[in-house]
């Protein structure tokens, strides 16, 4: 088969690569409807994380179960499913705290942009959905794979009530889903910081009611503007630089709440400043597994319309323009057909 591997900055590849193959009892094949390019996998395009030898690439994933490995019983070929960038037991004591990506056997799952995909650990994993989708449904049953989940865990992990006040900081698609996860969980007033007038339109059919242009220190003043001075009550950070953090920690009141999701790159914290700012900070790798039932059955039901994220779709084999469109942010998020 032919898949997605990543040499260096900037060069993406598209090209033969070994069709995956069960390896232990637990995992199973599945043959992707529908896989895209993440806003992490930027990362390392962009050479900010290094890439030290030839990397498949892609982590986000549906699709069908063409084979399951012997000790596999709850998911069967022809079943369509949807899992996560790790894989999970789902059975130990980190799992059912609902931290599966902190799972005791967790093993990230790569060479998501291909037609063919190895998950290990399937019965843990894969969800099935209720039915195989009619083709409009799948881009919104992807985003749940990866690019949801993490937006609702950012909304969940800063504790988003009903009557809230949240800021999200980040107009990828990560942070526009925080902006959808933190209306479904009934926020009162959603403010979204972004400078681009398409991502603000987004963000605002997502549900958004206020959109800040400002970033940094001046971002932060027009939160407190808009808060009476006080502050929100929670605020996402969906990027991952110190800018991005700080100004999260900065724009929440005294007792409020931090989620940090993006990726850290070069982000440190000052202890007297997290001291007296006096927030909760919770963040990291998503547990999507814990939220993919009900995200699922979200999408199945048509409540919500996450897929909207994807503003350019191409053939796989044009994967390596889904990655320039993005890091030139032409596109929000590319959709990749194999
Ligand atoms: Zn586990």
Not at 99 to 126: D, H, I, K, M, N
Not at 303 to 323: C, M, N, R, S, T
Request: aromatic share 6%; glycine share 10%.
């Amino acid at each position: 088969m032919r898949g997605t591997v990543l040499y260096g900055t900037g060069d993406i590849r598209f090209e033969d690569t070994p069709e995956p193959k069960i390896t232990k009892p637990t995992d199973a094949i599945i043959r992707l409807a529908a896989t895209c390019v993440c806003g992490s996998d930027l990362w390392s395009y962009r050479g900010i994380s290094p890439v030290n030898q030839p990397t498949p690439m892609g982590h986000e994933y549906c699709g069908i179960v063409e084979e399951a490995g012997s000790a596999v019983r709850t998911v069967k070929p022809g079943q369509f499913v949807i899992g996560s960038f790790f894989a999970s037991d789902n059975t130990c004591p980190h799992c059912n705290f609902g931290y599966q990506s902190s799972c005791q056997q967790r093993e990230f799952v790569g060479g998501a942009q291909a037609p063919l995909l190895r998950v290990p650990l399937a019965e843990g994993t894969l969800v099935p959905t209720p039915g195989v989708p009619a083709k409009e449904m799948i881009p919104n049953l992807l985003a749940t794979s990866d690019v949801l989940g993490t937006g609702w865990f950012a909304a969940d992990a800063a504790n988003v009530r009903p009557g809230m006040t949240v800021a999200v900081v980040g107009d990828g698609a990560v942070g526009l889903l925080a902006v959808l996860s933190a209306r479904q969980m009934g926020a009162e007033r959603i403010i979204a910081m972004s400078r681009h007038e398409k991502r603000q339109n987004l963000a605002l059919e997502f549900g958004a009611t206020d959109i800040v242009r400002e970033r940094g220190d001046e971002g932060v003043v027009r939160i407190k503007d808009l808060t009476k001075e006080v502050g929100a009550d929670a605020v996402l950070e969906c990027v991952g630089t110190e800018e991005s953090m700080m100004q999260a920690i900065r724009s929440t009141r005294p007792g409020g709440y931090v989620s940090y999701v993006g990726v850290p790159h070069g982000v440190e914290l000052r202890g007297d400043e997290l001291f007296l700012s006096h927030v909760h900070l919770h963040g990291g790798p998503a547990p999507v597994r814990r939220f993919l039932p009900k995200l699922i059955d979200l999408v199945w039901t048509e409540k919500i319309h996450p897929g909207k994220v994807f503003d350019l779709a191409l053939p796989l084999d044009q994967v390596a323009e889904g990655y320039r469109a993005m890091d030139e942010r032409r596109a929000i998020k590319a959709i990749l057909q194999p």
